[in-house]
Nanobody, 133 residues
Framework: QVQLAESGGGSVQAGGSLRLTCVVP???????????MGWFRQAPGKEREGVAT???????SYTHSVQGRFAISQDNAKNALYLQMNSLKPEDSAMYYC????????????????????????WGQGTQVTVSS
């Protein structure tokens, strides 16, 4: 199911920046006990990788390769999830997806969710990021 919508991808030179935006339905925030939001990516010939996740208490987690370069954030009032990507490298090139993991009870832990894409209930269609050297 395509329930979220990403934008902001494109082609940039190494060292450049992009900000990805994901529009999130309001019921994700208000209809469940807890949630995590995430950005995932997949390049040709490689498995899907969790890039960054953020929980409803704003705690966040990142895969090692993007730490210090990427920042995930959310603005619930605007129904928006963001991924600020700085110092981009060619190996960051991939299709990027935003996703939401909702829970009926108990908290969602961002570090737990980062490695478990299969838990996410809602997905966007993806936005392409290409970084040239």
């Amino acid at each position: 199911q395509v329930q979220l919508a990403e934008s902001g991808g494109g082609s940039v030179q190494a060292g450049g920046s992009l900000r990805l935006t994901c529009v999130v339905p309001g019921y994700i925030y208000r209809g469940y006990s807890s949630y995590c939001m995430g950005w995932f990516r997949q390049a040709p010939g490689k498995e899907r990788e969790g890039v960054a996740t953020i929980a409803d208490d704003d705690s966040s987690s990142y895969t090692h390769s993007v730490q210090g370069r990427f920042a995930i954030s959310q603005d619930n009032a605007k129904n928006a999830l963001y991924l600020q990507m700085n110092s981009l490298k060619p190996e960051d090139s991939a299709m990027y997806y935003c996703a939401a993991y909702t829970r009926e009870e108990g908290p969602c832990y961002s570090d737990y969710a980062l490695e478990r894409a299969e838990l996410f209930n809602y997905w966007g269609q993806g936005t392409q990021v290409t970084v040239s050297s």
